[in-house]
């Protein structure tokens, strides 16, 4: 599968962006999907994830630096999995990557970048004014 995650730009603290990662090569509507960020001179961090509850109902989950910012959000029929980022802060700043799993999520593990085989290419968010 390929991903392509795009939406990234220039923003001031405070703003709203709207990521967007889009699957290719097969249907991801019934597995788990991530976005994950790396800041620079820093480890790549783990942000939000969406796992699959049956039908076209998913859950979501965040890190604590973004919940109540974040939202993840899925479009199985546009096989794409959507963040949207408000009250952007500087240290929003990085590249964003979209992660997909073949399969569903293990709820406990949302959050290790081993659990994803598939990574797209990220998208780089600057916050800055």
């Known amino acids: 599968v390929q991903l392509q995650a795009s939406g990234g730009g220039l923003v001031q603290p405070g703003g709203s962006l709207r990521l967007s990662c889009v699957a290719s090569?097969?249907?991801?509507?019934?597995?788990?999907m991530a976005w994950f960020r790396q800041a620079p001179g820093k480890e790549r961090e783990y942000v939000a994830a969406s796992r699959f509850l049956g039908g076209r109902a998913y859950t979501s989950y965040y890190s604590n630096s973004v919940k109540g910012r974040f939202t993840v959000s899925r479009d199985a029929a546009r096989n794409t999995m959507y963040l949207q980022m408000n009250s952007l802060r500087p240290e929003d700043t990085a590249v964003y990557y979209c992660?997909?799993?073949?399969?569903?999520?293990?709820?406990?593990?949302?959050?290790?970048?081993?659990?994803?085989?598939?990574w797209g290419q990220g998208t780089l968010v600057t916050v800055s004014s």
């Open positions: 090569g097969r249907n991801l509507g019934s597995d788990g």
């Open positions: 992660a997909a799993r073949s399969g569903n999520l293990i709820s406990s593990r949302v959050g290790d970048s081993e659990q994803y085989e598939s």
